[in-house]
C-alpha cells in the first residue's frame, strides 16, 4: 500500500535478491522516462524505496505520481 507522507507518495518492495530488485528499477525507469516522470528512490540490495512527488507542482503529490504509482504496482506484480 502506497502511503501519502510529507507530500510524498511512499512505499518500498522487497524481492527476493538483487538481481530481481535491480530488473524491477529498470523496467521502472524506462516507464518514469516514457512518462518524463522521474521518481526518487534508493536500493539497497533486494529493497526498492520510492518517495514520488511533482517537483513542477512544488514538490506535492498529484495525478501524475499517482499514475506512475498505479504503473510501479503492476510492474512488481
Do not use: C
Not at 54 to 69: F, I, N, P, S, Y
Request: zero cysteines; a negative charge; hydrophobic letters at 40%.
Amino acid at each position: 500500500m502506497w502511503i501519502e507522507k510529507d507530500n510524498k507518495l511512499t512505499k518500498t518492495f522487497t524481492f527476493q535478491n538483487f538481481t530481481e530488485a535491480f530488473g524491477f528499477m529498470t523496467k521502472v525507469a524506462i516507464e518514469a522516462e516514457k512518462m518524463n516522470h522521474h521518481p526518487e528512490w534508493s536500493n539497497v540490495y533486494n529493497k526498492v524505496n520510492f518517495k514520488l512527488s511533482t517537483h513542477d507542482a512544488g514538490d506535492v503529490v498529484t495525478d501524475k505520481d499517482r499514475k506512475l504509482a498505479e504503473i510501479i504496482e503492476n510492474l512488481a506484480n
